[in-house]
């Protein structure tokens, strides 16, 4: 059984930066490609970006060149860097992993079997 657990959020003014964090808590971390999707207020769930289980790595056009997936094997956790951060990125940020995602359906959150809590970011201007 996976379980996920975000970390990192907070409030931050307009250009700062944050970085979430994912634990995972499961068997065979390293097969599972990791994902980071976002939920504002009255929105559907957005995807963010993606870290596939051999590390290749997706974004969304809206924070392609700000944000940064990374992930580390040895502590069964991925990360999101989020730099020069907009008002528009202030939603809850989702954690998601699956074991058996196929590239051409890594932005889909119906692709993700297993997902964390959430943790909300806040970017004041």
């Known amino acids: 059984q996976v379980q996920l657990v975000e970390s990192g959020g907070g409030l931050v003014q307009t250009g700062n930066s944050l970085r979430l964090s994912c634990v995972f808590s499961?068997?065979?971390?390293?097969?599972?490609?990791l994902a980071w999707f976002r939920q504002a207020p009255g929105k559907g769930r957005e995807f963010v970006a993606a870290?596939?289980?051999?590390?290749?790595?997706y974004y969304s056009d809206s924070v392609k060149g700000r944000f940064g997936i990374s992930r580390d094997n040895a502590k069964d956790t991925v990360y999101l860097q989020m730099d020069s951060l907009e008002p528009e990125d202030s939603a809850v940020y989702f954690c998601?992993?699956?074991?058996?995602?196929?590239?051409?359906?890594?932005?889909?959150?119906?692709?993700?079997?297993?997902w964390g809590q959430g943790t909300q970011v806040t970017v004041s201007s």
């Open positions: 499961g068997n065979a971390f390293r097969r599972y490609s």
């Open positions: 998601a992993a699956s074991q058996t995602v196929i590239l051409s359906a890594i932005r889909s959150a119906n692709a993700y079997a297993n």
């Open positions: 870290i596939r289980y051999n590390s290749y790595t």
